[in-house]
């Protein structure tokens, strides 16, 4: 074989090299809670409402923000179950629980216009999920008097999970 073929199978072979390299880095993994862990932590984010005598909606988001399970005490107000989704979608949108949230978007701050985003809800309530040091999912609760209270259940619900998501 001359130099110049040579020179030219080394080249062709860089290309394909490089190539599949490029071909690699298109895609990527992405871990995201299943159904069945999301209804737990539903179940027990509602029970922990109920036992404390609060009347609620729970919703739990898969990673991209779509709602996996939505369970509505059956005296829970009719616009829990919509709060409970939009509580779950903000936290998981911004990786902040919403308690946080309101904090950091209050009138006067630089991030205060977020806050009118299409299925934003700035009250307490919803918590980003964490699992493997990944973000998988996100709890909204609502109904209980007031956020802090829709808290304690969206952490119970988390707490109920916490071993299952640590992989």
């Known amino acids: 074989m001359t130099n110049h073929f040579r020179r030219l199978a080394i080249l062709a072979g860089a290309a394909l090299a490089v190539a599949a390299a490029s071909a690699q880095q298109a895609t990527y993994q992405v871990r995201s809670i299943t159904p069945e ?5 539903a179940s027990a984010a509602l029970a922990a409402c109920q036992k404390n005598g609060h009347q609620v909606a729970v919703a739990v988001t898969d990673r991209a923000g779509h709602p996996l399970v939505m369970l509505r005490d ?13 509580k779950a979608y ?3 949108s911004f990786k902040l629980n919403t308690t946080e949230f ?25 918590w980003p999920i964490e699992g493997g040091g990944s973000l998988v999912a996100a709890i909204g609760v609502s109904g209980a008097p007031g956020g802090d209270a829709d808290d304690v ?3 119970a619900g988390i707490a109920a ?3 299952d998501l640590e992989f």
């Open 102 to 126: 309101v904090r950091a978007t209050q009138a006067g701050q630089p991030a205060s216009g977020i806050r009118d985003l299409p299925g934003v809800v700035a009250v307490g309530g919803g």
């Open 37 to 41: 862990a999301a209804l737990k932590a």
């Open 153 to 155: 259940c969206a952490k």
């Open 90 to 92: 903000t936290a998981l």
């Open 161 to 163: 999970i916490r071993d």
């Open 74 to 86: 059956r005296h829970a107000g009719p616009h829990t179950p919509q709060t409970a989704i939009g």
